[in-house]
Nanobody, 121 residues
Framework: QVHLVESGGGLVQPGGSLSLSCAASGSIFTIYAMGWYRQAPGKQRELVVTITSGGSTNYADSVRGRFTISRDNAKNTVYLQMNNLKPEDTAVYYC???????????????WGQGTQVTVSS
């Protein structure tokens, strides 16, 4: 079993900053990629950004240049620094990890419970 524990989030004014973190724990052999997705009310869950174990990143166009993802492989933790936040960034942010439990096992997706980010004046 694997658990993804998210922290951070909250309420911030437009133009402000917030940071999120997500730590994976449990039966983990290797984590191939970690990342963040978000879901606004009435909308589908969408990619925010992902990062591989080698450090390759994939940002959504809507956040590129404002959000920065980083990862500590030793701690199985991923961080998201969000700057210049806009009202349209308001959503529940979910942590995702693509990992395997044992050597040779196929990768499996895990999700955190989600954390609310609200950008409003």
């Amino acid at each position: 079993q694997v658990h993804l524990v998210e922290s951070g989030g909250g309420l911030v004014q437009p133009g402000g900053s917030l940071s999120l973190s997500c730590a994976a724990s449990g039966s983990i052999f290797t984590i191939y990629a970690m990342g963040w997705y978000r879901q606004a009310p009435g909308k589908q869950r969408e990619l925010v950004v992902t990062i591989t174990s080698g450090g390759s990143t994939n940002y959504a166009d809507s956040v590129r240049g404002r959000f920065t993802i980083s990862r500590d492989n030793a701690k199985n933790t991923v961080y998201l620094q969000m700057n210049n936040l806009k009202p349209e960034d308001t959503a529940v942010y979910y942590c995702n990890a693509d990992l395997s439990h044992y050597y040779g096992d196929p990768p499996i997706d895990y999700w955190g419970q989600g954390t609310q980010v609200t950008v409003s004046s």
